[in-house]
């Protein structure tokens, strides 16, 4: 069992800068893909950032060039810097782990942090 805990979220105004991270419990952080996703009222859940175990990352398009995912393996925690925020960024933000494919590819989700950005 997985257990993800989010932080980092809050109030910007746009332009402005925030850090997500997420802690996950359990042993299978080092072996697993983690990412973001968001979900904003009255839109569908979108990806915005994944890595891979091996520290691939890929984003989606409205956050190219303006967020980076990261993951130290040392601490299970996965952090989003999110840079040149936009209005149309604000959204719950969850933090997601899917575990290797030999061991069941399970999701996990955190309970979700909120960002809003005003301006």
């Known amino acids: 069992q997985v257990q993800l805990v989010e ?4 109030l910007v105004q746009a332009g402005g ?15 697993s893909a983690v990412g973001w996703f968001r979900l ?3 839109k569908q859940r979108e990806l915005v950032a994944l890595i891979t175990s091996d ?21 299970n ?3 989003l810097r999110m ?3 936009k209005p149309e960024d ?10 290797p494919r ?6 996990y989700w955190g309970q979700g942090t909120q960002v809003t950005v005003t301006g």
């Open 90 to 99: 604000t959204a719950g933000y969850f933090c997601h782990l899917e575990s």
């Open 102 to 107: 030999s061991l069941g590819a399970y999701s």
């Open 77 to 79: 925690t996965t952090y």
């Open 17 to 31: 800068s925030l850090r997500l991270s997420c802690v996950a419990s359990g042993s299978m952080f080092d072996i």
């Open 7 to 10: 932080s980092g979220g809050g």
């Open 55 to 75: 520290g691939i990352p890929n984003y989606g398009a409205s956050v190219k060039g303006r967020f980076t995912i990261s993951r130290d393996n040392a601490k």
């Open 40 to 42: 904003a009222p009255g």
């Open 83 to 85: 840079n040149s925020l």
